[in-house]
């Protein structure tokens, strides 16, 4: 079973430009959530999709932006690339339980995103 | 403010000994889960172990226990008999009931075992 992918490992871009990382969830999840993670800093929520639409979002400007598809993939998207967007981008997955405080997600590897 | 808070930004301990990170949390949420990742060089977060807000029990998962003080806001991890391979990032994370299943992540404590 393979558990959270993502893809590029690795990322470099310019100052301005876009780009669009991916990440398929756990078999038998339909829940991703993004995460943004800073040199030396803990992972900073951006936001999480279930059923192909934003459900919950962190506090980031509008540049991030996402998508799900109905395999329950995702990718996240970034505009206008500032050197302060790069980080490790780690891709969550889940099955939906908004209630469920206990709910554990899986974590991907991660695409580590630098930007010059 | 803070939700999450580790102190220790990195900590030693010798190959078999026992360690403790420490994680404090704030929250007005009566229904909250509390976790654990570590964290290698590759980058993933594996998951280590729970501890609910309503749980009478502190939980434990083989070498990795919680010492859940829930009056105090503390949920500190103890590893015991500590294996080279322990030697990473530690996270404390919380997902609160009100707010969907988005984590709050600490800063972190790098864990280093000494042989």
């Known amino acids: 079973d393979a558990g959270v992918t993502q893809s590029p490992t690795h990322l470099i871009k310019t100052r301005g430009q876009q780009v669009t990382l991916r990440c398929s969830p756990k078999?038998?999840?339909?829940?991703v959530s993004w995460y943004q993670q800073a040199l030396g800093q803990g992972p900073q929520f951006i936001f999480q999709?279930?059923?192909?639409?934003?459900?919950q979002r962190g506090n980031f400007p509008d540049r991030f932006s996402g998508h799900q598809f109905p395999n329950y993939s995702s990718e996240l998207n970034v505009n206008a690339l500032l050197l302060g967007d790069s980080a490790l981008y780690l891709c969550?997955?889940?099955?939906?339980?908004?209630?469920?405080?206990?709910?554990?997600?899986?974590f991907g590897q991660g695409t580590r995103l630098t930007v010059v | 403010a803070q939700k999450i808070t580790q102190t220790q930004p990195g900590m030693f301990v010798q190959e078999k000994e026992a360690v403790t990170l420490d994680c404090t949390y704030d929250t007005s949420d009566p229904s909250y889960g509390l976790f654990w990742y570590k964290q290698p060089s590759s980058g993933e977060m594996i998951f280590l172990i729970y501890?609910?807000?309503?749980?009478?029990q502190n939980a434990t998962e083989g070498r990795y226990s919680l010492n859940f003080q829930k009056a105090r806001k503390s949920a500190n991890l103890v590893i015991s008999a500590s294996q080279l391979g322990d030697s990473a990032m530690y996270f404390c994370?919380?997902?609160?009931?009100?707010?969907?299943?988005?984590?709050?992540f600490g800063p972190g404590t790098r864990l280093s075992v000494l042989p």
């Open positions: 999709y279930y059923e192909e639409e934003e459900r």
């Open positions: 078999s038998g999840h339909d829940t």
């Open positions: 994370a919380m997902r609160e009931g009100n707010y969907g299943q988005n984590f709050v």
């Open positions: 501890q609910g807000s309503y749980d009478q």
């Open positions: 969550a997955s889940s099955p939906y339980f908004p209630e469920r405080v206990n709910t554990e997600a899986f």
